[in-house]
């Protein structure tokens, strides 16, 4: 992961931009848990991968995941992440688009060096299947008719997307038999998922520090997530009108009493066993892969993933 981080900050940089570094660097040097190019790293020692492309995979797989979050700030028009204003509000919105279009282009570099064709169909795919899962999620926006169905389609899109692609192109890289590939891709896919629910769960029942976000960022951007659908099920006439008030007329002003309802329906524990389930399945897809003290590691990161919502 120090080579990931070299690789990074050496391909970020531009000869002729400054303000490219810049706003790539407020970013990445920032922090984060660095999840999604640990898979890569990880899934490629795991299956006796012996060469250099796992690094520049990682990295790839961390410019993708930055462009998308710069993107993203400018659509939600967030004003804080991992703790630190972001870069659209340092600088400006055009700065963030346009960087986050350069992260993409040098990501597309990296993913070429390494020579392979489905290196490059699988992330590029991941790439397609991030920007629909993100449009598909402001049509769902203050859309109290959204559902379940609808909700796991834009986690697996906009999240779970990219965590399977991570996974999976450490076993493609590694020439492992189909089997174990799929295998690693589902456990890329099930974390994911689980990772996305445990995030929303945070919105309504964290913090509010140390979780990338401030609490209530969900509710008052209007996004239906897990924890108010599940609370939307068993909703009465008042609670309905409330989250019609807040969610789809944008009058998101009483947090208070969206986390009360919220309690009362039991959505956040809901919630937090929905992640567990998806841990469960991510576990399980590692038991087709053989033994080895990553695959541990692998399983202990799911659990770390869904401890967050203790």
């Not at 689980?194 to 996004?223: M, N, T």
Request: hydrophobic residues 45%; aromatic residues 6%.
């Amino acid at each position: 992961m120090e080579r990931v981080n070299a690789l990074i900050r050496r391909r970020m940089a531009s000869e002729h931009a400054p303000r490219i570094p810049e706003v790539t660097a407020h970013l990445v040097e920032a922090g984060g848990k660095r999840v999604r190019p640990l898979l890569t790293v990880a899934s490629a020692k795991l299956c006796g991968y012996a060469g250099e492309d796992h690094v520049k995979l990682a990295a790839t797989v961390e410019f993708i995941h930055t462009a998308t979050l710069l993107h993203d700030d400018v659509v939600d028009e967030s004003r804080e992440r991992r703790g630190r204003p972001t870069a659209n509000l340092l600088w400006d919105n055009q700065s963030s688009v346009l960087v986050g279009d350069y992260l993409f282009a040098r990501a597309f570099q990296l993913m070429v060096e390494t020579g392979s064709l489905r290196v490059l169909d699988i992330l590029s795919g991941a790439a397609a299947t991030i920007a629909e899962g993100e449009v598909l999620q402001l049509s769902a926006a203050r859309n109290l008719g959204t559902d379940e169905a609808t909700y796991l389609k834009v986690v697996r899109g906009k999240t779970a997307a990219l965590f399977e692609a991570a996974a999976e192109v450490g076993g493609v890289i590694a020439g492992v038999p189909e089997p174990q590939v799929a295998a690693l891709a589902e456990f890329g896919d099930a974390l994911g998922v689980s990772f996305q629910i445990v995030d929303d769960w945070l919105d309504y029942g964290g913090a509010g520090d140390g979780i990338g976000k401030r609490l209530g960022d969900d509710f008052r951007e209007g996004k239906v997530t897990l924890p108010v659908i599940r609370a939307l099920a068993g909703a009465d006439e008042a609670e309905r009108a409330f989250w019609q008030g807040a969610i789809e007329r944008g009058r998101a002003d009483d947090f208070a009493r969206a986390q009360a309802i919220l309690a009362r329906h039991g959505a956040l524990e809901a919630t937090r066993l929905e992640a567990l389930r998806w841990r469960d399945r991510a576990v399980a897809a590692l038991e087709r892969v053989p033994e080895h003290p990553i695959r541990e590691m692998l399983a202990d990161l799911a659990d770390y993933v869904v401890a967050r919502a203790n």
